[in-house]
Structure formats: C-alpha cells, structure tokens
C-alpha cells in the first residue's frame, strides 16, 4: 500500500511501521524512541522541521527534546503546561490535536511555538497518548510559508501512526511492569510452595521464612521472634549463626530465649506494629544487647517488621547487617518484605490452626474410643443374647398393629432378632453381628422420658407390621432401610426438639442447619455401623451398601415432621387425582416417608390407656425442655410450659386432627391394610375430644370402646 505525500512522493506504510517496530524492540528509552516516532511522522507527514515535547514526570511542565550530534536526547524545560501559552503547552494540556494553518494570526496561543521557528507557518501539533488517557508528549510538526499547509490527509495519517505508538508503547510499560511483577512473584510462588509444604512442623516453617527473608533482602543474619501473648514475650529457639550447607543457611536449635516485649527494637515491633529501619544499632536505645550478648554476634543494621494476622502482631522478623556496599536496608526491601510477611502470617496462622485440629483429632479419637466403649456390647451381654437370641415366649399378639410393648421391655433385643428373621430369614444377617448391632443400639438411646429405645422399638414394631401387611410390594433392600432406620430413628436423642438446639446454638445446630436431630440420628447409626464387628450390611456389595446407607438416611430424615407435611399433602394429592403409580420412584418415595411418619406416631394408634400414658411421657420430656428455656431466661410455648397443663387435651385435639389423621388417611389410602390404623386414630382423637371437653374417657378394648358421640 503507498501513500501520496502532499509534494508528489510516496512512502510504503509497511516501511514506516517497520521502523517504528524496530525503534520500539530497540527499547533504548522513551525520548530516543518518541525522538524515532516524531522523526518518521514528521517524514512521512512531509514536515520542514518537527519538534518533540515531552511531558515531565509530575506532569506540570513541558520538557524540549533537542538531539545532538551523537544521537543523545537532551531535554530542556520550556515551561508550564497550561492554557494562554505556547501551541504544544494548549495541546498538552488539552490532549486536543491541532491543526493551524497560520499559527501568528491565533490568539490561543499568544507565544506562538516558543522556539525559533520564526518561519513556521502551517502547524500540526499531536498529542502522544496511552490508551488510558495519559499523555506522554506532543509532536510539533511546522511547515513554512512556501510549502502547503497541513491537510486532513495529513492529520489522518499522522494519527493513526501515533495512535499504533500509544498502544505499543503502553505494551511495553505493561511487559516491563509484569516482568518485574513476575520475577517477584516467582520468588513469592516458590516461598509458597515451600513454606505450605512443611506448614505442619513448625521449626521447618520457622527455618523456611527465616531463609527466604535472607534471600530476599540481602540480610546477613535473621531472627523470627514469635508473640506469646499470655506472658507478653517473645521467644526464639532457632537461631541463625551464619552457617551454610551447600550454599544454603543452615539454623541452630537451642535453648529458647524469652524476652518482655518491652525490652528492645523486636519488643518495640511487637508492641507497636511499626516498622523500624536502623542503619546502627548500637546508636538507637531501644536495641537490646543481651540477645548479641547470648548469641555472641554483633548487630550493625536493622530491619524489623511485624508479621501480622487478622491486625494483630503474631511475630517479629528481625533482619540483621545488610550486606553489599549499602550497609543499611533500604525501603524496597520494606516494601518486598511487607508482602512476603502477608504470606509468613499466613502460613504461621494455619500451621497453628493445623496444630489445633490435630490435637483436636487426637482429642476427638479419644472421645470417640470411650463413646464407643461405653455404648458397645459388653462381651458378657453378647454372650447372653447368642446364647438365647429368641425369646422363650412369642406373645400372641406380636403381628397386630395394636401390640402393647410395655411387657416387653426386658426382651427387646430377642423380639428385634425374631422379627428380623420373620421379615428377611435366618440366613440373612450374621446372628453374632445382628446381636452385637441390637445391644449397641440400645446402649445408644438416652435414658430420656418418652425418645428413648421403649420408644424406638414401638417405631419398628409398627413398620415390622407395614411390611408383614405388605409382603412383595417392596424389594428387599426397601424393607431391610425401612425396618432398620426404624431402630436408629432415634439414636443419641437428648431430649430437645430441633428448635431448642437452633435456639440454643447447640454444637449439633452448628454440625446440621436443618432436621438437626434426624441428621445426628442418622451420623450415630453409620458411627455404630463402622465399629468393629457391627456391621450388619458386610456381605453386600459395595454399591449396594451405599445404596443402603441412602435409603437408611432417607427414611430417618422422613421423621422430621417439618419435611412430614409437605411429603403428606403430595402424596394425598397425587392420591386425589388418582395418580398413584407404586412403581414410579418418587411415588415410592412419598410412600417410604408416610410410612416413617406412620410408624413414628404409631403410639397415637394403640389402645387408649396405652396412647394416654404415653402422652405424659412425651409431655414430661416436653415440660423439661421448656424448665431449661426457662432457666436460660426463654418463655416456652405453652406445649412445653408445665403452667399450661390444663391445655394438654386441647393441644391433643389438635395434633391428631392436623398430623395424625391425614398421615394415616393417606396412608389407608395408598395402603388399604391400614384401615385399624386409621380406626383407631379416630377413636382416639375422639378420646381426647371428650377429656378437652371434661367428660369421663373410655377404657380401651376392641368391641366396645369404639366411642360414640352419644355415650355419656
């Protein structure tokens, strides 16, 4: 491509921009490249003279650029930049270009160019701009009253030319920048690497900063202090006596030493945060001798700064005797330092948090050793239970919904085995681990007034029946979640509802956000599953076992009555609408989750003496929760607020007429076996209907306890 000239001549721009490339690569300083630019242009622009300004580094005055003979550029300051001025100091100020074609008749610029140029006529005066705006210079380009003025060609090509110039320009001060930013950054990155990697052992981490602080500010010498703030000391046991091993420092393990921190430069440091540059510290008071006296070294400078965490001091560097001809640290090296302490504080602050959660590891393994002793099987109690793992008598009524546990007690753990075996087989589960898994379980549940293992085998006897009811609608690896997530369901309960542990703050609150009991419930049958020998699903496969831990999690989670309601109303909806598919997954999983709920509140379904007693259980445990929110200064809501035990049958009511009959409508629903469930949830809804209302309450039994509205 060529480009006319005003006189006729052409100039090949890929010429030009190849010898703006070349000045540019030369990279011989900003005034001899610009001085190449304004050279090229001014040809290029077919100019009689051109005259480079440079801006001064604060940016207030213009500097004249005048090459000698030998091709060094002098610059010479001509005055400010401002308005009123010189035609290069308005362009300057302006970063407007301009082009005049008769500069004597302008009144902006009543000093004319300021130069002898007295023959100047026609000007085209360019501002150099970065991309960012800022301005590096301008380019004066006269023409005199022979030649043609200046024209929009000219002025077109000029600025494209130094438009190039800018953003080459600006490339070059952003690579000369990212190359020094790299090169630090590669000693930072390399102090990462190292220091991260022994962050665990402290006198490695203490050795790792000592050594790079060295390198990176030339000391001769260095000392980490660290802060112990409890005694207001700092103390060292690792210390730098100018040793090397292949090049490399090699530190010196001793008797510690303490000192005040309001002894010396370092305790100055420690107490203040400054930083304290001393070209002789012999000089200053605030040095402290006895550490040279002990460590038999001789202190000239010194630099000392603060390594800091979260603002506050944690650590002291002390850098010793600058080495070279300076003899003092000077304040790049404050400056390197300041941003290498960032990374000091970093790695001392998570070595010390590492140190805390191994220690708190250990201490966790340790509780988890004793939590499991105290809980596990003893061997004696295994050995009965293998002895005899059936009971001597099956009592007839095992198989009905309306089962009275409370004879029972004493054989749980016998009645957990016989059912295991009726629902799934002898061959099954391996009896030795079967009986140890029972045994813990129970060992597990608190001794609490009503969530306690009375309570957990009622919930498994109820889904023992749901499945017994149900033979072949559900797969094996369905029944086995559902039947034993019904034994854990409860596991480790305290007593507290998941609103009195989010009220509270408790630890288990912090571990689990929501259905924070569920998931602890869930955590301890996993915990119990991993001790040794007690792991009853050993023999299934991998993925399967896994498969069983998600269905076990899934059924537990369902006893949360806050994810009850929600999974209730779907499944009636779906009920309603005659949607119901027992082979769609999600159906079946609505169904698993009423099924939890069901068997959770089966006690509302048992004989009327049976559902009362177990009302004063729930409300004790109820009434102590709300003693302890009263002695936390908390009112508790009426349910748990002994003052309001005269509002018991109403709460009643309204329990069985929001939670307990739509769970087992929908269930009767879905599962037609049901139906004695639902009868009996009736009648006992119509139980407390009359204790709400004062009238005498009826003595539970199959033919004539069916209460009618009418009976006085």
């Known amino acids: 491509m060529k480009m006319f000239s005003c006189d006729g001549s052409t100039n090949s721009i890929e010429d030009v921009m190849l010898s703006m490339v070349a000045d540019i690569e030369d990279n011989t300083g900003l005034p001899k490249l610009l001085n190449s630019v304004a050279k090229l242009i001014s040809k290029v622009c077919n100019a009689d003279v051109f005259t480079l300004y440079l801006v001064s580094p604060m940016g207030n005055d ?85 030649s043609k003025p200046f024209n929009e060609e000219n002025k077109q090509v000029a600025c494209m030319y130094l438009t190039w110039v800018g953003i080459a320009i600006h490339k070059i001060q952003v690579c000369q ?28 981490l203490t050795e790792h900063i000592m050594t790079f602080t060295k390198s990176l500010v030339n000391a001769d010498r260095c000392a980490l202090f660290l802060l112990d703030e ?85 650590g002291v560097v002390q850098m010793i005797n600058k080495k070279g001809s300076d003899m003092a640290f000077s304040s790049t090296d404050e400056s390197h330092f300041r941003v290498f302490a960032v990374y000091c504080a970093l790695a001392l602050h998570y070595s010390k948090i590492y140190g805390t959660i191994l220690r708190s590891d250990c201490m966790l393994a340790v509780a988890t050793e004793q939590v499991a002793f105290h809980i596990t099987a003893t061997p004696a109690q295994h050995k009965r239970l293998m002895d005899r793992p059936l009971p001597k008598t099956i009592p007839p009524d095992i198989n009905e919904f309306q089962f009275d546990v409370r004879p029972s007690t004493n054989t749980f753990c016998e009645l957990f085995i016989y059912m295991t075996y009726e629902l799934f087989g002898e061959d099954t ?10 045994l ?41 979640s559902l039947f034993f997530a019904c034994i854990c369901h409860d596991l480790d309960h305290r007593g507290f509802t998941n609103t009195f542990n989010q009220k509270f703050e408790t630890p288990l609150a912090s571990l689990y956000a929501t259905s924070t009991m569920e998931q602890h419930h869930f955590s301890q049958t996993v915990f119990i599953l991993q001790l040794d020998g007690h792991n009853i699903f050993s023999h299934l496969p991998n993925n399967v076992y896994k498969q069983m831990l998600g269905h076990i999690r899934h059924n537990i989670l369902a006893t949360d009555l806050a994810l009850h309601f929600e999974n209730q109303k779907e499944l009636a909806k779906i009920c309603l609408t005659d949607n119901l598919c027992i082979t769609n997954p999600k159906h079946r999983g609505h169904l698993h989750s009423l099924m939890m709920t069901a068997s959770d509140l089966s006690l509302s379904a048992k004989y009327w003496p049976v559902q009362r007693e177990t009302v004063d259980h729930i409300y004790e445990e109820f009434y102590q929760q709300g003693d302890v929110e009263k002695q936390n200064g908390y009112e508790p809501i009426p349910m748990l607020n002994r003052d309001f035990k005269d509002k018991l049958a109403q709460e009643q009511v309204n329990f069985y007429k929001f939670v307990c009959l739509p769970t087992y409508t929908t269930l009767y629903q879905v599962l037609p076996v049901t139906q004695s469930l639902l009868e009996s949830t009736k009648d006992n809804y119509l139980q407390w209907e009359r204790a709400m209302q004062g009238k005498s309450t009826l003595m539970w039994n199959v033919d004539s306890s069916r209460t009618k509205e009418n009976k006085s």
């Open 429 to 438: 589960f391996d009896l030795s681990t079967l009986a140890r898994f029972i």
């Open 230 to 314: 409890t005694n207001n000391e700092l103390y060292a046991d690792l210390f730098d006596e100018g040793l090397e091993l292949d090049g490399k420092p090699v530190f010196t393990k001793k008797n510690q030493i303490r000192f005040s921190v309001e002894k010396g430069i370092a305790g100055h440091v420690a107490r203040t945060g400054d930083v304290v540059n001393i070209p002789d510290a012999y000089s200053d008071s605030r040095f402290n001798r006895e550490v040279d006296i002990k460590t038999g070294y001789t202190t000239k400078s010194i630099l000392c700064m603060p390594i800091l965490s979260q603002g506050s001091v944690i």
């Open 62 to 146: 213009l500097l004249f650029c005048k090459e000698d003979k030998e091709g060094k550029i002098e610059q010479i300051m001509i005055g400010p930049i401002t308005y009123g001025q010189t035609i290069s100091s308005y362009v300057a100020f302006s970063k407007e270009l301009i082009m005049e074609s008769d500069i004597l008749g302008d009144e902006r610029f009543p000093m004319g160019t300021g130069i002898d140029n007295g023959q100047a006529n026609s000007l085209l005066v360019l501002p150099i701009l970065l991309p960012n705006g800022d301005i590096l210079g301008v380019i004066e380009l006269s023409r005199n009253e022979k």
């Open 440 to 480: 813990t379980v129970r060992n597990s549940y608190r001794p609490v007034p009503y969530h306690n293992f009375e309570h957990a085998f009622t919930v498994t006897h109820c889904m023992y029946c749901l499945l017994q009811a149900t033979q072949g609608l559900f797969s094996d690896i369905e029944m086995q």
């Open 177 to 204: 920048s990212l190359e020094q930013q790299q090169e630090f950054n590669r000693f930072l990155l390399e102090v990462s690497r190292v220091i991260f990697d022994d962050i665990v052992a402290t006198d490695n």
